[in-house]
């Protein structure tokens, strides 16, 4: 599943980023990395996305997030 596809108000996982590796370093360097845990906090109108990622809240818009992978996050995590 992508993080396009996420559901407002829950957890997942990051299984893997797909995007030219200048913005994948970018992102990294943002903390959004395999196995990072985030919250979705909202969804716009023209696809942008609001998440929250080790405190921080970050927008990313539907290139970017239907380029990452995301599993949902387990109770063990």
């Not at 970018?26 to 942008?48: I, M, S, Y």
């Not at 239907?66 to 063990?76: H, P, R």
């Amino acid at each position: 599943m992508t993080l396009y596809e996420a559901k407002k108000g829950e957890r997942y996982c990051i299984s893997g980023l797909y995007v030219e590796p200048q913005i994948t370093r970018r992102l990294q360097a943002l903390g959004l990395n395999d196995g990072t845990v985030l919250n979705v906090l909202n969804r716009k109108k023209k696809g942008a996305l609001i998440i929250q990622v080790r405190g921080t809240r970050l927008a990313l818009g539907k290139h970017i997030s239907s380029n990452i992978e995301i599993k949902e996050a387990g109770e063990e995590v």
